[in-house]
């Protein structure tokens, strides 16, 4: 199982200490970005910036520079929160022409920066399954989605994931312990030391869980939930990497409970080397403990025009049936993209019918104060 859920970082704390770094250097960013690379005579240069678990079919891809006349330069930013900084502090000197991988905890920091472009291609008219805001239409400073598009501030919608709890379904056996029924019983003694969280500040899945028990729990509820999980032994590390694959018992870990995704199960299952009629581990859908995440693609203000008519193939080719039907396994998300198959694989991949969600205007104003509150609660 690898890719997707090594996105980490979408929180908001490190971003001034990070800002300090790169703004103290200067031209940093500039001198260590990848050198351009020379296009063919008759290809554009489209310079795009990802997060680092961006991965497509090469096939795929290759097929796209040949249909467009486009050599794409793929540069990975890091994790998602990593890579918006790097963007936003480079601004006066892109180091990109489009961005993918801004998701809607994300969004509201990008659309304040004004590094993103107002998009025109036939994506901002089509409609998205899921969009880059959630809830009612935003106040006035910030822009309302394009109709059925999902598109927010020029952000076009690619993939879609939920993050939620995932369980150790051996671990669970052997111990004839049940399973918990709502999040307040992950509190009981029964499951103390159980659970394994990645940090918001740190991690985007963590982040996600985070808002998803504010959202769904209750702000007040929530802080008294996570300080009695603090009493519970709830252990808290820095990535999704970490809390998976050392963390969890399925991995040789000691906590059959870690915040993952709902695609997972089904990763495990297409990873494995053996071939397995059902996952080893299982989704745990609690209220208050899933939250969707979309991801989105956006021209980046100050790339020369034959890049911008080349951003914008590239994002209709992200929007394209045979890049969203190849996402559930190679970026272990969701297609956005009406009518688009899934692998046989994703059978073990239950998507949830409830959610949780927040709508832009609450994210653009209370993100950076929770994740402040939980530091406080939950580590100090």
Known sequence: MQRRFLVTGTGLAWVLSG?????????????NAPP????????????????????LPKPLLAQFEKDAGVKLQLIKGGDAGEMLNKLILSHAAPVADVVFGIDNTLLPRALASGILDTYPGAAAQSKALAGMAEGPAPQKDLPA??????????????TQGFVSLNIDKVWFQKKGLALPQNL?????PAYRDLLVVPNPATSSPG????????????EAAAWDWWAQMRGNGVKVVKGWSEAYYTEFSHNGGTRPLVVSYATSPAAEVFYSKDKLGA??????FLPGGVFRQVEGAALLKGAAPAARLAGV?????????????????SMWMYPVQPGVPLDAVMQYAQAPTKFERLPLQTLSTQ????QQRWTQVVLK
Request: net charge positive; proline share 8%; no cysteine.
């Open 19 to 31: 800002a300090m770094v790169w703004a103290a250097s200067g031209q940093a960013l500039a001198q």
């Open 36 to 55: 351009k690379q020379s296009p063919s005579p008759k290809s554009t240069l489209l310079r795009v910036m990802t997060h680092s678990s961006f991965d």
């Open 145 to 158: 989605p394009s109709a059925d598009s999902g598109v927010v501030g020029g952000v076009v919608p690619v």
């Open 184 to 188: 307040q019983a992950l509190a009981l």
């Open 207 to 218: 982040q996600a869980f985070l808002l998803a028990t504010v959202a769904g729990l209750g």
């Open 279 to 284: 996952s080893p581990t299982a989704n745990l």
């Open 313 to 329: 193939k590239f994002i209709e080719f992200l929007r394209s049936v045979p890049v969203q039907q190849a996402l559930p396994t």
């Open 367 to 370: 993100a950076a104060r929770w």
